[in-house]
């Protein structure tokens, strides 16, 4: 069974925004997307950059160093669809965000 862990809370991410996080020693990138929370590693799979950091338009977040896209809820890079992030499992309960290790 996956243990879930308390990240935030619901009123820390706005529609459209975006939070790092770290969770176990991992960064994981945090997004709202109209009400609902997604969650991918914080690491771009190009240079390194820090996802959490970058643009989210839709679902889709641009990392703010090499512009590199990735669909926040599949962790596939627009950029190349060869490649994907990992992505995490969330769910609220009352104001708490728990993600899925």
């Known amino acids: 069974m996956s243990e879930f862990v308390k990240v935030a809370q619901v009123g820390d991410l706005k529609p459209g925004g975006g939070k790092v996080v770290t969770v176990n020693d991992k960064t994981i990138a945090l997004f709202n997307v ?19 950091e970058g643009e989210l338009e839709a679902n889709v977040v641009t990392c703010p160093w090499h512009g590199w896209q990735y669909d926040v809820k599949t962790g596939v890079s627009e950029t190349n669809p060869s490649v994907k992030v990992k992505t995490y499992e969330v769910k609220t309960d009352g104001s708490s965000i728990l993600i899925s290790l």
């Open 34 to 52: 109209d009400g609902t929370f997604y969650a991918i590693d914080n690491t771009c799979l190009h240079r390194g950059g820090p996802l959490g």
